[in-house]
């Protein structure tokens, strides 16, 4: 069965800083993997997904994530941290045999001014 | 399009009360889930409907109900509300196409915040 780690509860990054949110996922098959974002009190939102065509997907407010197979990582990152990025984010992947999701437990990110 | 409607979005119940959750869609998508979202835990599933008259239990579906006569409509029961469902609630939904595909791009909900005491 597939399962997803997120490796860190909360990154704390200064505006202007690199993010890196780190998310390792285990799976018997080739694996899509999403990343989501959770703005405070409100829904769900996609940020980018990997569904076994490029390797470095690009998602959307300049975020990116890399799909390594040999290390079995997703992580998530971006160039330049904004105080508008400030929320929790989650790794999910595809469970194969009945299409449902698997979540991880999120990283809240805080940007410090 | 007003996407994926959850009611109420506030509520708190007496241990033992019933009360049931509301979800609407205006995407004619034919698969919807429901999610709980405890403190320092991802999602975890509930139920879910892969089309009207369709559902399926999920991670997590003691002490829930749902139903589905309308693609539209979700709602999500609780009959004797405890403590531990004391959560935020999330109704999903995504596409057919997307599922097989791979893509599988849930639409969410804003969530419904339940407290019972």
């Known amino acids: 069965a597939q399962s997803v780690t997120q490796l860190d509860s909360h990154v704390s990054v200064s505006e202007g800083t690199p993010v890196l949110l780190r998310c390792n996922y285990s799976?018997?098959?080739?694996?899509?993997l999403f990343w989501y974002v959770q703005h405070p009190n409100k829904g769900l939102q996609l940020l980018l997904k990997?569904?076994?065509?490029a390797t470095l997907v690009k998602g959307i407010n300049g975020f990116e994530a890399e799909f390594k197979k040999s290390e079995t990582s997703f992580h998530l990152t971006k160039p330049s941290a904004h105080m508008s990025d400030a929320a929790e984010y989650f790794c999910?992947?595809?469970?194969?045999?009945?299409?449902?999701?698997?979540w991880g437990a999120g990283t809240k990110l805080i940007i410090k001014p | 399009n007003a996407g994926v409607t959850q009611t109420p979005k506030f509520r708190i119940l007496k241990i033992g009360q019933s009360m049931t959750l509301q979800c609407t869609q205006d995407?004619?998508?034919?698969?919807m889930y429901w999610y709980r979202q405890d403190p320092g835990m991802g999602l975890k599933l509930i139920y879910y409907?892969?089309?009207?008259?369709?559902?399926d239990k999920g991670e997590v579906p003691n002490g829930y109900n749902v139903s589905r006569s309308t693609t539209e409509d979700f709602p999500l029961r609780l009959e004797l509300a405890a403590p531990s469902q004391t959560s935020v609630y999330f109704c999903?939904?995504?596409?057919?196409?997307?599922?097989?595909?791979?893509?599988?791009?849930?639409?969410f909900g804003a969530g419904s915040r339940l407290t019972v005491l």
């Open positions: 999903a939904s995504s596409p057919i196409r997307g599922l097989r595909s791979g893509a599988n791009v849930l639409t």
């Open positions: 995407m004619n998508h034919n698969y």
């Open positions: 409907s892969v089309g009207a008259g369709i559902t």
């Open positions: 799976s018997s098959y080739s694996p899509s």
């Open positions: 990997y569904t076994s065509a």
């Open positions: 999910v992947v595809r469970e194969d045999s009945n299409y449902q999701l698997i």
